[in-house]
């Protein structure tokens, strides 16, 4: 599931600025840097049906989501706009990145592929205490400090690897970024670190540092999770001065898919409290293993609380092992469009036909080179019909790069088919 794509309200992965969005209830909700407070702009009227159809569509796509925010450390620090709204502003547009786009200049380390991560199986057992959990897992967590290229900082968490020195945390946290500082929460050292490799799809980096005698994290297996499991959560919330918060909770929901950033990920819900600068740390079971690296909570200004995500290790290992040892993962088919459902309301009183709605078309795929266009409406892949990103999904997860697939479009009033042949994520992204 590496293709853009939005369902439900709670899924977003609006590309266009991130801007704020009206949610299904009333709700002002935001998107991707969780520092946005802009309101967003009304919508100028169309003239033309054709126009106001196209306009309705899109407009539906994005009201349908809430939203979501990576828990990446304040860009800048910037404070909030009142002391007691918990909402940071970003800095005006082109002063930041926004969203996983994996682009930096840090410099480079070199891969290992003799090096690999490793899953535990969950121990049975009485549990640890929340004192324990925190005395065994805290030396293992980090600070990530990245100094932009506009000459800001990005704050986050980062979870130790190996110990001489391999780090994993989040992508979105190193975006934009020229240099990386290294903190270790167990004795305040500092250390330079290198990018051995970012997966922006994933959200998921991994560093390293000059070190020995590190104490590594033990990961254990996500698989085996069930909602009810008790979790907790280490981090540095809201930046340096919260260094080495531990929160607690359940997993709330397992398998729960998100689109963010025009990405799909499947991840662990959890109650336990994801904030501004969590964003690449630990998720730890109650006997202290880690099962999942926290990426990204709900954030509105309707009062959303207690949902926060994170990566589950079954899905982190084989993008680590594979940033080790290439820098980068491969052979993940991608049509390279960005598409959402379309309400049955709408397709009722504009006499569309169901399917979805393509909002985006990534530049350098084959889909752009064969005419699909933004607007256009997904009616059916390789003759099945599709109404879901999930029937999508179905379809295109059993092929490989290279392989063509016929894509069944609408618009203007005809329906026709295209063939598009499946390229490398990392090509066209």
């Avoid at 033309?48 to 989501?65: E, P, Q």
């Avoid at 925190?134 to 110990?163: E, F, H, M």
């Avoid at 799809?201 to 540092?209: G, R």
Wanted: net charge negative; glycine share 14%; charged share 15%.
């Amino acid at each position: 599931m590496y293709d853009d794509e939005q369902s439900g309200w709670y899924q977003t992965g609006s590309t266009d600025g991130e801007q704020p969005q009206r949610g299904a209830s009333g709700g002002e909700g935001y998107y991707s840097d969780p520092f946005w407070t802009q309101e967003a702009e009304q919508t100028k009227k169309k003239r033309s049906r054709t126009k106001i159809i196209m306009l309705v569509i899109g407009v539906i796509v994005l009201i349908i989501a809430s939203a979501y925010a990576f828990a990446g450390g304040s860009r800048g620090r910037t404070l909030p706009a009142q002391p007691d709204q918990g909402v940071f502003t970003i800095p005006q547009p082109g002063q930041t990145q926004s969203g996983a786009d994996g682009k930096n200049t840090i410099p480079a380390a070199a891969t290992d592929a003799g090096v690999h991560m490793t899953l535990q199986a969950v121990p049975g057992g009485d549990a640890l205490s929340l004192q324990e959990i925190y005395a065994r897992c805290l030396p293992s967590v980090v600070a990530i400090r990245t100094t932009l290229t506009n000459g800001q900082y990005s704050l986050g968490t980062g979870v130790i690897l190996t110990s001489d020195g391999y780090l994993i945390t989040n992508t979105h946290v190193l975006d934009g970024g020229s240099a990386v500082t290294v903190t270790l929460l167990a004795d305040g050292s500092t250390y330079d670190a290198k990018l051995v490799g970012m997966d922006s799809i994933s959200d998921l980096a991994v560093l390293k540092i000059d070190a020995q005698g590190l104490t590594a994290a033990e990961f254990g297996d996500s698989s085996g999770l069930l909602v009810g499991d008790r979790v907790i959560a280490i981090g540095n919330p809201l930046g340096q001065d919260l260094y080495g918060t531990m929160t607690d909770g359940i997993v709330s929901a397992i398998n729960r898919d998100v689109t963010y950033a025009g990405h799909m990920m499947t991840l662990i819900q959890t109650n336990a409290a994801i904030n501004e600068g969590n964003s690449g740390g630990p998720l730890i079971n109650i006997y202290g293993q880690v099962i999942g690296i926290t990426n990204m909570k709900a954030a509105s200004r309707n009062g959303v609380e207690g949902i926060g995500f994170a990566i589950p290790t079954s899905s982190v290992r084989p993008v680590v092992d594979a940033l080790l040892a290439e820098g980068r993962v491969s052979g993940r088919p991608s049509i390279g469009i960005t598409i959402g459902p379309i309400e049955s309301s709408a397709m009722e009183y504009y006499g569309l036909p169901s399917g979805l709605y393509i909002e985006s078309v990534a530049a350098g795929s084959d889909a752009e080179a064969q005419g699909v266009q933004s607007g256009d409406i997904l009616v059916a892949v390789n003759g099945e019909p599709v109404s879901t990103t999930y029937d999508v999904n179905a379809i295109k997860d059993g092929m490989q790069v290279g392989d063509t697939l016929t894509l069944t479009l609408y618009r203007g009033g005809k329906t026709f088919d295209v063939t598009v042949t499946l390229m490398d994520t990392n090509d066209i992204y």
